[in-house]
T-cell receptor
Framework: DTEVTQTPKHLVMGMTNKKSLKCEQH?????MYWYKQKAKKPPELMFV???????INESVPSRFSPECPNSSLLNLHLHALQPEDSALYLC??????????????FGNGTRLTVT | AQKVTQAQTEISVVEKEDVTLDCVYE???????LFWYKQPPSGELVFLIR??????QNEISGRYSWNFQKSTSSFNFTITASQVVDSAVYFC????????????????FGQGTILTVHP
């Protein structure tokens, strides 16, 4: 079983909807990440949180809004998405963003379809 | 800028065959970390191995082995006696670091290799 839990597993939303993706980890990790993965493509980094502060935003459109309420929880708020935003959204965590190249622990992802 | 290339888009083998997945990387840093991840159909990325740039020792873990060669900027992955459960997408990834070995926190993935093992 994965130690990073993502909900929901599947989400279908219209372009005018507002929804949120949730990610939770209880490994004591202080870095959390959002990745976007289109079909047959590698994951692409969206956001990095370090000690609950946003440290990296890879020029993601503002219709994606991340939030890190505490060290265990990471949300991704979605609003006015486009069909091309349909993808697998992966959450990951690591002990910290620096450090000696600690591997990322990934969740199972949320498969998002925008209609 | 860092770059990871996995030239093999898809590989198909029959069970019990050995298979090698190639990975070539580019980086201007002298300190970096290399990873292999497995992504089964369920979607989760499963960490397999990490190597730092100063450790060229090859590693074997059960049926898995990794060959790291800085001279050719390659970090290849071999599965011996493949099994149907090995069917997945495999990603090679690179994380650059400063001279002290502290990672910058950004992981660059290759395009992935789809491995299908037939019974």
């Amino acid at each position: 079983d994965t130690e990073v839990t993502q909900t929901p597993k599947h989400l279908v939303m219209g372009m005018t909807n507002k929804k949120s993706l949730k990610c939770e980890q209880h490994m004591g990790h202080r870095a959390m990440y959002w990745y976007k993965q289109k079909a047959k493509k590698p994951p692409e980094l969206m956001f990095v949180y370090s000690y609950e502060k946003l440290s990296i935003n890879e020029s993601v459109p503002s219709r994606f809004s991340p939030e890190c309420p505490n060290s265990s929880l990471l949300n991704l708020h979605l609003h006015a998405l486009q069909p091309e935003d349909s993808a697998l959204y992966l959450c990951a965590s690591s002990p910290r963003t620096g450090g000696q190249g600690s591997p990322l622990h990934f969740g199972n992802g949320t498969r998002l379809t925008v209609t | 800028a860092q770059k990871v290339t996995q030239a093999q888009t898809e590989i198909s083998v029959v069970e019990k065959e050995d298979v090698t997945l190639d990975c070539v990387y580019e980086t201007r840093d002298t300190t970096y970390y290399l990873f292999w991840y497995k992504q089964p159909p369920s979607g989760e990325l499963v960490f397999l191995i990490r190597r730092n740039s100063f450790d060229e020792q090859n590693e074997i873990s059960g049926r898995y082995s990794w060959n790291f060669q800085k001279s050719t900027s390659s970090f290849n992955f071999t599965i011996t006696a493949s099994q149907v459960v090995d069917s997945a997408v495999y990603f090679c990834a690179l994380s650059e670091a400063d001279a002290g070995g502290t990672s910058y926190g950004k992981l660059t993935f290759g395009q992935g290799t789809i491995l299908t093992v037939h019974p």
